[in-house]
């Protein structure tokens, strides 16, 4: 008896088709399908089924609900702290989302509360020596949209350099050649990156525009061409800014704020 994923017209699992559909993340999927809250063609869907791109898919308004519920927060993070998990003695970014770090000019409706800090996950590094926005959400849609593997959300940093001996005017020190290297032709991890945009802010500070999010990507980028980081900081994802958000503080994702 052949498999499923065989059928004619090819079949996806639930969770994924859900996920491929925008409706919520994989792991929402699996939580919703075991409580009942998902029918497939009109049946109650059992896990691990099988679909095929044709298949009616209707979620139980109790998920909805849930979801409506679930908060995205934008926090605008120091140096010295990691965005995931805690590590080496240096504490997680979330430790910062508390009552009295909540940004005073934040005009979004909702109050917080100790619940909206379960599930709460970053959605993108931002490593320990760098600062600015870090976005952390209960919402598997958004993390998958910023950090999918068909992601191509646009992340915008300001980074400040150096060129050995040189900190002042670096601009005028670096060869435009390397600088059309950061902008494409660099690899790392034995993978070529995409296509980035470079250009000076300012002599000594460079605006890179990437839509990968590899490890520490942007200090190896400019290692590789003899540029040295002395301070990086994200100031937008998507079309959301850091703004006016103060340095350890953070705000709500606005209602109809969108990535």
């Known amino acids: 008896m052949p498999e499923p994923s065989a059928a004619p017209g090819g079949t996806t699992r639930l969770n994924k088709r859900m996920a491929e559909l925008g409706l919520c993340s994989r792991r929402e999927a699996d939580e919703w399908i075991a409580r009942g809250w998902v029918k497939v063609d009109g049946q109650v869907a059992p896990m691990g089924l099988q679909v095929g791109p044709q298949a009616r898919i209707e979620v139980d308004p109790k998920a909805r609900g849930q979801q409506r519920e679930q908060v995205t927060i934008l926090l605008h993070k120091p140096v010295g702290y990691v965005s995931g998990q805690a590590e080496e003695g240096y504490e997680p970014a979330v430790v910062l989302v508390q009552g009295r770090n909540r940004w005073q000019g934040d005009r979004a409706p909702q109050r917080f509360a100790p619940s909206q800090l379960r599930g709460l996950a970053p959605a993108g590094r931002l490593d320990i020596d760098s600062t600015g926005l870090l976005v952390l959400t209960q919402d598997g849609r958004i993390a998958r949209q910023l950090i999918g ?111």
């Open 149 to 259: 593997e068909d992601s191509s959300v646009e992340k915008e940093y300001l980074v400040r350099v150096a060129f050995g001996q040189v900190t002042a005017n670096v601009q005028a020190a670096f060869p435009p050649s390397q600088l059309a290297r950061l902008r494409h032709g660099l690899s790392l991890d034995g993978q070529p990156l995409k296509p980035a945009k470079v250009d000076w802010q300012n002599p000594e500070q460079l605006r890179f525009v990437l839509t990968e999010g590899k490890k520490r990507q942007i200090r190896r980028m400019c290692e590789l061409v003899g540029l040295k980081v002395v301070g990086l900081k994200r100031v937008r994802i998507g079309r959301v800014t850091l703004g006016q958000l103060p340095l350890g503080q953070w705000r709500y994702l606005a209602p109809g704020e969108r990535f």
